[in-house]
């Protein structure tokens, strides 16, 4: 297992390397860049632009006299401006290196987990990752758990009883959960609930509420709740839905086949065959399935989610990084949580060994 594990964290270098190359060479054919972004301000708000962005430094004080001459840029938009003024954008964002030396000076950085600032918000991207943290994992952590706890008792439940009246009703309930969106049912929530044109019950708007320092500590996790009630409703359904019909499926495989006709043969009681024999068979699809689930709860789809409540997490910055092509959080981004999924891969196979002993990833690898 240890030869295993050291080929996977050795593999795991030229697969982040290849996601961010070929995010990299996409980028570069993406217009729209920085520079344009800056230039489009420039044009439509005049000096204040120029102070805000490039920081009112006497570096750009010909610029700002020089609008008025003509200059040919390959920016769209950027007729009239000093070239001068465009060169030391480029040199600002980093645009007047070629695209292998940004490249490589960028996974130089990031493998030493630099990842520099941010191009409009003049923050760290890691303080600014870090500070959004605390809403996806919130949001993931919870989901997460919601889903695993209800979902695989559930789905054994539907499994032993297949066919019967309970499996059908509430089979007819897991497809309806997982075919409405989960941004409908925010919406829902929040006229019902929120003070939309019901009750108003719930908090339409952030994690805690202003005086939350001021709280016990009772108080604090009674709020941090009732701020997460709505927002976990919405985001859990299509999870609850899958990991649910993904376990009652997998049980009913397991329980079909002939070691489990031969346990009870033997005399064991249902409940002996079910959570001794077919309990450990069965999960194993579902934690091949973990990490998944871990990834997509805690990074994606939760944009809808977090702008329908006013939350600000990941999802939203991931957003508006990409709109604002503030490439140093989106390269940044994609880098920690690639890095994490294949770190998440490598622990499922963990898990699976200890789940099950039989298996053993290294004679597989070598037949």
């Known amino acids: 297992m240890g030869t295993y594990i050291l080929r996977r964290l050795l593999l795991m270098i030229p697969t982040v390397i290849g996601i961010m190359a070929i995010s990299f060479a996409v980028i570069q054919f993406a217009?729209?860049?920085?520079?344009?972004?800056v230039i489009a301000e420039l044009t439509g708000q005049g000096d204040s632009a120029i102070e805000r962005i490039a920081g009112g430094g006497d570096s750009f004080g010909s610029a700002e006299q020089d609008f008025g001459d003509s200059a040919s840029s390959q920016y769209r938009g950027a007729q009239g401006l000093d070239p001068e003024f465009i060169k030391k954008?480029?040199?600002?964002?980093?645009?007047?290196?070629?695209?292998?030396?940004?490249?490589?000076?960028?996974?130089?950085?990031?493998?030493?987990?630099?990842?520099g600032e941010s191009y409009f918000r003049s923050v760290s991207v890691l303080d600014l990752i870090i500070e959004k943290l605390p809403v996806s994992i919130s949001l993931?952590?919870?989901?997460?758990?919601?889903?695993?706890?209800?979902?695989?008792?559930?789905?054994?439940k539907k499994a032993v009883s297949d066919?019967?009246?309970?499996?059908?009703?509430?089979?007819?309930?897991i497809i309806v959960a997982y075919a409405v969106p989960g941004f409908l049912v925010g919406i829902l929530l929040i006229v019902m609930f929120a003070g939309g044109s019901f009750l108003d019950w719930f908090p339409l708007r952030g994690l805690t509420s202003d005086n939350f320092a001021e709280l016990s500590l009772?108080?604090?996790?009674?709020?941090?709740?009732?701020?997460?009630?709505?927002?976990?409703?919405?985001?859990?359904?299509?999870?609850?839905?899958?990991?649910?019909?993904?376990?009652?499926?997998?049980?009913?495989?397991?329980?079909?086949?002939?070691?489990?006709?031969?346990?009870?043969a033997k005399g064991l009681t249902e409940s002996q065959v079910l959570y001794r024999?077919?309990?450990?068979?069965?999960?194993?699809?579902?934690?091949?399935?973990?990490?998944?689930?871990?990834?997509?709860?805690?990074?994606?789809?939760?944009?809808?989610?977090?702008?329908?409540?006013?939350?600000?997490?990941?999802?939203?910055?991931?957003?508006?990084?990409?709109?604002?092509?503030?490439?140093?959080?989106?390269?940044a981004t994609l880098f920690i949580f690639s890095l994490m999924g294949l770190v998440v891969g490598l622990i499922s196979d963990l898990v699976y060994t200890w789940v099950d002993p039989r298996i053993d990833f290294e004679k597989r690898d070598v037949g």
């Open 89 to 115: 954008l480029e040199a600002q964002f980093g645009f007047d290196k070629p695209p292998l030396e940004r490249f490589v000076g960028m996974m130089w950085d990031y493998i030493r987990f630099d990842f």
């Open 31 to 37: 217009p729209g860049g920085p520079v344009e972004q």
């Open 140 to 156: 993931g952590v919870w989901i997460l758990l919601l889903s695993y706890i209800i979902s695989i008792p559930l789905g054994i």
């Open 218 to 264: 009772f108080g604090k996790i009674v709020d941090y709740f009732w701020h997460l009630t709505l927002p976990l409703i919405a985001l859990s359904l299509s999870a609850f839905a899958t990991t649910t019909l993904l376990t009652k499926n997998s049980f009913i495989d397991e329980i079909r086949k002939q070691y489990v006709t031969t346990a009870r």
């Open 277 to 331: 024999h077919v309990f450990r068979n069965a999960m194993l699809i579902i934690i091949a399935g973990f990490p998944g689930a871990f990834i997509t709860a805690f990074f994606s789809g939760s944009l809808l989610i977090e702008t329908i409540f006013s939350l600000d997490g990941l999802g939203r910055l991931g957003f508006e990084s990409v709109i604002r092509r503030d490439y140093p959080v989106v390269f």
């Open 163 to 173: 066919g019967s009246r309970f499996d059908v009703w509430t089979s007819g309930l």
